[in-house]
């Protein structure tokens, strides 16, 4: 199987014919082996424009979802990023070859170690890695240029919003039968909220929207 020309198709095909535009996203994503993120039995679909299984009922991002998120954080490599939902790593990776430092945060054991593993063998150093309820984010690392959510909550949780730096951007898909990916600022204290499509994620697990935030 030819990999590389599948993901070079893939890029040209599902992502610059979709206006993503920002030439260092299109770079990654043409450098990041989405094959190396998917189960076995999927490897031949790694490159498709869809969404895939992973462990534990969980999905890899489809290709251009990943590449609008990403996009939309407008990330530097002094970026430091929160990310909420490690799953398989492939999104992480992404992020990883842009920003600064990343965050990740998964609340799933199998997925938290086994995304783990997998990235320190692609020799990723500049990922930490936290298992817990993404609900409540990392707060002894904030405050975050950029937040990444790759699960769906009924709501914006609060105290990720809390800790997201000024000037700071978060991507973040809401709702429940009916969800948004919505695109959340933080200006002069304040935040200023675009929704910017559609997406159909899975939902955000743990017990942390059901506490007081």
């Known amino acids: 199987m030819d990999y590389s020309t599948l993901q ?9 014919k979709r206006d993503i535009r920002n030439p260092q996203v299109l770079a990654v994503m043409r450098k990041v082996k989405r094959h190396l993120f998917v189960k076995p039995e999927y490897v031949n679909l790694a490159y498709q424009d869809s969404p895939l299984p992973i462990a534990c009922r969980q999905t890899i991002s489809q290709p251009y979802i990943v590449a609008l998120m990403t996009e939309l954080l407008a990330l530097t490599p002094e970026s430091k990023v929160l ?11 992404v992020l990883a070859e842009l920003a600064g430092e990343v ?4 609340i799933l054991p199998e997925l938290a170690e086994s995304a783990r593993e997998r990235l320190l063998a692609l020799n990723y150093q500049n990922i930490h890695f936290k298992r817990g309820d993404g609900h409540f984010g990392w707060h002894e690392n904030a405050p975050y ?24 951007s978060m991507v973040i898909p ?3 039968t009916a969800q948004h990916l919505l695109l959340i600022q933080k200006i002069a204290g304040e935040t200023d909220t675009t929704r910017v499509t559609a997406v159909n994620f899975v ?11």
Do not use: W
């Not at 070079?8 to 610059?16: D, I, K, P, T």
């Not at 990310?83 to 990776?93: L, P």
């Open 203 to 213: 939902p955000m697990t743990g017990f942390g929207g059901k506490r007081a935030s």
């Open 83 to 93: 990310e909420i939902g490690t799953g398989c790593g492939y999104q992480t990776a």
């Open 145 to 168: 240029d950029a937040v990444l959510v790759a699960a769906a909550p009924k709501k914006v949780p609060q105290r990720l919003v809390h800790q997201l730096d000024e000037g700071g």
């Open 174 to 176: 809401v709702g429940d």
């Open 8 to 16: 070079r198709e893939m890029v040209q095909n599902q992502l610059e």
């Open 103 to 106: 965050y990740s945060v998964e």
